[in-house]
């Protein structure tokens, strides 16, 4: 009976320190589609959603939209988040007159307060470019890699602006993803 009471003893210290542990650090993936971005102006007549994602029809002018990342687990006192990357993924089918999608990022706390990514646009090259001297048409993600942290942050958002349709066929934001960590 006894070997029986250290046994379960040691059961309770071993999932007292997993359950210290896991709640000590959250390794979070979260992906959301394209489709559940929103325009900057829901006056914009011309933003579409679908499966692609969401589009910009219009021929003339770009618009913008915002799409928004959940943070789970951030109802800890204090806790930190850490950005290690997001990615945006992308059509763009602008290239023949060298416009280009342009994407930001923004971490944002419960106060309001927040972390900005620097701008980069739609290119070739993989992660995006950080000027908009290009002609690129085709689908590709645009990323930021640079691990940024802040205190009881509850939402990351990417901001955009989605290129004319000056071609005819609409670009897309198709689906955003992030790699957190939640300490």
Not at 132 to 160: D, K, R
């Amino acid at each position: 009976m006894r070997n029986f009471a250290i046994f379960v003893l040691g059961l309770i210290v071993f999932s007292a320190v997993t359950a210290t542990d896991s709640m000590a650090q959250s390794s979070q993936f979260p992906r959301v589609s394209g489709a559940t971005c929103q325009p900057t102006m829901p006056a914009y007549s011309s933003w579409i959603r679908g499966n692609s994602g969401i589009g910009n029809t219009s021929t003339t002018s770009a618009i913008g939209v915002v799409c928004a990342i959940p943070i789970e687990g951030t109802s800890l006192s204090s806790a930190t988040t850490t950005v290690n990357s997001l990615r945006i993924y992308y059509l763009d089918q602008n290239g023949t007159n060298g416009k280009a999608i342009s994407c930001g990022g923004y971490l944002i706390d419960e106060a309001g307060a927040w972390i900005n990514f620097a701008t980069k646009f739609s290119c070739s090259t993989a992660g995006g470019c950080t000027s908009n001297a290009n002609t690129y048409q085709g689908s590709g993600y645009i990323e930021f890699s640079s691990p940024t942290s802040l205190t009881n942050a509850h939402q990351l958002v990417a901001s955009c602006a989605l290129v004319d349709a000056s071609t005819g066929a609409p670009s897309y934001i198709r689906s955003l993803k992030a790699w957190l960590t939640v300490m």
